[in-house]
Each structure stands twice: as C-alpha cells, then as structure tokens.
C-alpha cells in the first residue's frame, strides 16, 4: 500500500484556514484603529474686535462681516506653522512656506492644499463676549 507523503494541504481546506484567520483577526485590527473623536471646547474670548473685523487669539482667529461672525484656526495646514494676519492685504499668511488663506479659510497658493478648520462663533451681548466652539 502506497501513503501520500505530500504535505501540501489541499486548496479548499487552505481557503477555509485563511478565511478564518481572517474573521479573528478582523475584530483585533478594527480595535487598535479605533480612535474616539475629540469632544468639542467652547472657549471664551471676553476681548473686542478690532476696528470692528477681526480678533487673533493664540488658537485661532475671529472675523466679522455685517452679522456675520466665524473663526478659522491659527495652525497652517502643511507643517503646522502659526499664521498670521496681514491687514493690508486680507489675507492670512504662514511665515514658514508662505501659503497663503482667505479669511474664510480656503488657500490662495500654497505649498498647502488643504482649508483651514473653520469655528462656529457665537456673541453674547452682556457682557460683551465671543464663544468659539473648537
């Protein structure tokens, strides 16, 4: 009597094997990736406008049109740099690479590509003051 000496498994149990290393594995890699969201800081700004536009925070900047009121962040999409406002030109401006933002936060040229984080803002009357959700 001849026995097979091939230790080759055959494919159909070879499949079964890997599909249910994947189906435990699965849930493991879905664990470690998860990342719980950050839960939104309200920040009190209790100083006023200047000239009646804008306000720099150390986070981010306050702007208003009419009623209108919106904050955008501070830190540069590409390395991080903080910006800074040019008056003049209305325009925020990184002093690292140069990429430029309106002040609605979208980018005149770059090297950065992507939008700046934009902040609900809300004014309370009495006292006067702004709420920044961030």
Known sequence: MQTRSNSR????RRLII???STLLVYPFLRFISHRVPRKPVKI???EPLKQDHFLAHEDFFIFAEADHLWAVSRT???LGC???YKEQEDILEC???QSRFSTSGK?????SQTELTRY???KIADPPAFIVTT
Do not use: M, W, Y
């Not at 980018?107 to 090297?111: E, K, S």
């Open 9 to 12: 498994l055959p494919l159909t």
């Open 18 to 20: 890997i599909a249910g």
């Open 44 to 46: 009190k700004v209790s």
């Open 76 to 78: 540069c999409t590409h």
């Open 82 to 84: 903080r910006l800074l």
């Open 95 to 97: 002093p690292c690479h």
């Open 107 to 111: 980018v005149i040229n770059g090297p």
């Open 120 to 122: 609900p803002v809300e």
